[in-house]
């Protein structure tokens, strides 16, 4: 326990070591009137392309923030962010829709499963074989020939390969029909999801998400070729979440109007 103290101790310590060289890296300073004003502006027209919430969903818009600046930098030499966060809870008949719809594809998979009757002759014949030289085993053990006993076993396991061979080779040929099934499966509604989405101006140095977990848009020029100016040169929406969820709301931006911030 002491030591598990230490080393929290310690990663406090380095943290508040690199806040503080942070600090001591940049001297800020306070934003003009016209800096204050140009933020206030664009951060309502940013938000301002933000979709409504869809049936069923809610939003919630993080609060503007004043913009962080370093004593040298250019006038409107900072970013601007809009982060919102779309919930979606869905009703008891969704759900229950959701759940018989598992239930019939498990039966499906169930039934996909199960082998055909010219496979299930074919793999008998080796599972017959395999009793046979079991039992075979079992006398050889009891008449106390370990030899006679090996071989059954040895004869015993290659019949049960064989037969478990035929299983799983028709298995692999219904294989791709599962995955489509599993697939459906997962894109059934599981109650809640949520969206995240930032829409983001004057980036100098954007991190795209992960393709397995979100998806961005980009309007005019991103990164922003320079720093400094009063005017929106470039527009990045990201949206972090399940991909047909964030379709859902991707699809509902007025890119039209972001086109006109940037213009």
């Not at 609060?63 to 250019?74: K, M, N, R, S, T």
């Not at 040895?154 to 037969?163: I, K, Q, T, V, Y």
Request: glycine share 6%.
């Amino acid at each position: 326990m002491a030591r598990a103290r230490l080393k929290a101790g310690m990663l406090a310590a380095a943290v508040m070591a690199a806040g503080s060289w942070a600090a001591a890296d940049c001297e800020s300073r306070d934003a003009s009137a016209a800096e204050k004003q140009y933020y206030q502006s664009s951060y309502a027209a940013l938000k301002d392309v933000l979709p409504p919430a869809p049936a069923s969903w809610k939003v919630v818009v993080d609060a503007a923030h004043e913009p962080y600046l370093c004593a040298d930098d250019a006038q409107g030499g900072f970013e601007i962010e809009v982060r919102a966060h779309y919930l979606y809870q869905a009703g008891k008949e969704e759900l229950d829709q959701a759940d018989a719809a598992r239930r019939r594809m498990g039966k499906e998979i169930d039934a996909m499963r199960e082998l055909p009757a010219d496979v299930k002759k074919d793999r008998q014949v080796w599972l017959d074989k395999m009793s046979v030289a079991n039992r075979a085993s079992n006398a050889a053990y009891k008449a106390g020939d370990k030899a006679l006993a090996k071989q059954k076993d040895a004869e015993s396991e290659e019949c049960s390969g064989r037969a478990r061979a035929i299983r799983d080779k028709y298995w692999a040929s219904v294989q791709p029909q599962i995955d489509a099934i599993e697939a459906r499966k997962r894109a059934l509604s599981e109650g809640m999801a949520s969206v995240d989405v930032t829409v983001a101006a004057n980036e100098r140095y954007p991190h795209a998400p992960q393709a397995n977990m979100g998806a961005q848009i980009t309007f005019g020029k991103v990164p922003r070729p320079k720093a400094g100016g009063l005017k929106l040169d470039g527009v990045r929406v990201v949206l972090e979440g399940p991909a047909s969820r964030r379709d859902l709301i991707a699809g509902a931006l007025d890119r039209a109007k972001i086109e006109t911030l940037v213009k």
